[in-house]
């Protein structure tokens, strides 16, 4: 979740960073052009994953609706050291913002909700409601606070990785607006949070069951989820921070993953997923196959901050990228489309500053190999 608090639990230091990776890949193509892509975006991966420092690391290539590779490289954790594969779950952390956004604006699409709709209809008892907008939450202009910035949330993540997470508990800490609603730009974590309860109170049932309708099955993301189980934290890849040279692994003892890491209140960030459902989201998203084109037209216009509905852009290798990163104590991740070639590339790592040198990776590799792809639907 970009923005959240450094965890302050840090276990003895673990042995050094070695490498034992390899990829997989589903596609059935055996020709030579195919083989020669799978091994230069193996040898990419396992590359960026050892410059980035990261003991894990996973990432999936699809193009117009075709999954052409997914790859895991290094292993889950550093103590017992079982090797990574594309289905190793990590909490993504603000790449999930796309999806609360997309959740939304299919509420908008069947007219069950409007980006003009006052906060106040849903939480009247928040600061600025009655001046808040559905919009304003999505863009980042709401002004809302950082709910972590309250003392008694910071302490319990820091205190109690277990602890029994509420929306209403998280939300009061919400108690100012930075401006004037509408007026200036914000990256706001709180508002994502706030835009979770705006889903459950529409729907009348839960964030996973409205993703799971709406996002996952159709779309056939198996292994993604709000639901914490800490006793499934083996699934998981291990985050680990660095410090004093050492990465240090921030599984809490005796729960595994922590509470503040996942779980349906973090409609922020807090989603369980792997790469190759990441990557099986973002192509449907951008390709009009979840909302309508339309929708999707105005989720990715930038206003006059140059914000858009829950879809960040940047430009790399000569090429103009849609999508969102995530960064949350250790783990990190990157989901990014190309529209002129249909191109998504996902990546999920476990350490930091170690997501985006390994999606370049990718990128570059696949650029190499694929150097004249044609738009989706070309002859």
């Known amino acids: 979740m970009t923005g959240r608090r450094l965890h302050l639990l840090w276990l003895a230091a673990l042995v050094g960073l070695s490498s034992c990776g390899s990829g997989e890949s589903p596609v059935s193509d ?3 052009s195919s083989k020669s892509l799978r091994t230069h975006l193996d040898a990419a991966l396992d590359e960026g994953r050892r410059s980035g ?3 894990a ?5 699809s193009r117009c609706g075709e999954v052409l590779w997914s790859g895991a490289s290094g292993v889950k954790n550093l103590r017992s050291r079982p090797p990574t594969t594309p289905d190793t779950l990590f909490a993504v952390a603000s790449t999930m913002k796309p999806i609360t956004a997309t959740l939304v604006l299919n509420l908008v699409e069947r007219g069950r909700l409007s980006l003009s709709t006052k906060l106040s209809r849903f939480y009247p008892s928040l600061p600025r409601a009655r001046r808040i907008t559905v919009r304003m939450l999505l863009n980042h202009t709401s002004g809302l606070n950082e709910y972590f910035d309250d003392p008694q949330i910071s302490h ?3 205190t109690d990785p277990d602890h029994d997470w509420t929306r209403a508990a998280v939300l009061r800490g919400i108690t100012s607006t930075k401006f004037e609603p509408g007026t200036h730009y914000s990256y706001s974590n709180s508002a994502y949070v706030v835009l979770g309860g705006v889903i459950e109170k529409v729907t009348g ?3 996973e069951h409205a993703f799971r309708t709406l996002i996952a099955n159709p779309l056939g993301l198996s292994h993604s989820t709000f639901i ?3 006793e499934r934290s083996h699934l998981f890849a291990h985050p680990y921070l660095r410090k004093n040279g ?10 595994g993953i922590p509470a503040d890491f996942w779980g349906p209140v973090w409609t922020d960030g807090g989603l369980a997923s792997t790469s190759p459902d990441l990557a099986r989201f973002g192509d449907a998203l951008f390709r009009g196959r979840i909302l309508d084109p339309k929708t999707v037209k105005k989720m990715t216009r930038p ?3 140059g914000s858009r509905l829950g879809i960040d852009d940047k430009s790399y290798a000569g090429r103009r990228w849609l999508g969102h990163d995530g960064r949350y104590v250790g783990y990190e991740s990157e989901l990014w489309y190309d529209k002129s070639r249909g191109l998504t590339v996902a990546v999920n790592t476990d350490t930091e500053k170690s997501s985006l040198a390994t999606w370049k990776k990718i990128v570059m590799a696949y650029d190499d190999s694929v150097p004249a792809a044609q738009p989706c639907g070309s002859a």
């Open 30 to 32: 055996t020709s030579a």
């Open 53 to 55: 420092g990261a003991p």
């Open 205 to 207: 049932n839960t964030i």
């Open 246 to 255: 050492e990465l240090q692994d921030a599984f809490a003892p005796g729960v």
């Open 303 to 305: 206003n006059r901050f």
């Open 228 to 230: 914490y189980r800490p």
């Open 57 to 61: 690391a996973t990432a999936t290539v």
């Open 156 to 158: 319990a993540i820091i």
